[in-house]
Structure formats: structure tokens, C-alpha cells
């Protein structure tokens, strides 16, 4: 099953979450800054969809995060900050083939 739409801001409320896995689906838009929220989130998986606009620098205060996985997202674009230092448990991070 694919999903199509928006990723909604409400995610962030699910401050338990530790793994979030989207890929090959066909969403679109931004990344909600709420993603912020998701403190105890290890896994980030958003890879090959239609996902646009900067990466927030929200993401750099999930601590736990061990994956981060935005391929194959042309439209995302951003900077990589020095705020990346803030995620000492990250060991995979992919962003080939999107203007990161």
C-alpha cells in the first residue's frame, strides 16, 4: 500500500515513537518541524518519496537518532549544520539524490 499526501504535523505528538519508516510511498511537501519532538525516535526512514522545502533544523535535537534515511527526495534541500554534532548516536545518514 502507497501512501499519497502530506506528512501530517500531529506525528510529532507521538513523543514515544522510536521508529518511523516512510519510504516508497508518494508524499509530498515539507517535513513538519514537529518532527522535532520526537525525542526518543532511533530510525528515520523518508526516503524515496516527493518530500520539498528545507530540512528543519529540528531534526538535529532528536539525540537518539541512530538512521536517518531522506534519498531520493529532489525537492529537499537545506544545509547540513554544524547541529548535526548534536546527534551523537547516528550512524547511517543518506541524503543522495536530493539538494541536502
Known sequence: VELYGT?????GLLTN?????????????SIPTTFGNLLQL????????ELSG????????LKNLEYLDLQRNQQLSG???DDV???GKLRIMAFG????
Open 85 to 87: 554534532r548534536n546527534l
Open 54 to 61: 528545507e530540512l528543519p533544523t529540528s531534526i538535529f535535537q
Open 79 to 81: 544545509r547540513i549544520t
Open 7 to 11: 506528512l501530517p504535523s500531529e506525528i
Open 17 to 29: 515513537l522510536k521508529e518511523l519508516m516512510l519510504s516508497r510511498n508518494e508524499l509530498v511537501g
Open 42 to 49: 532511533r530510525v528515520l526512514d523518508l526516503r524515496n518519496n
Open 97 to 100: 539524490f536530493s539538494k541536502l
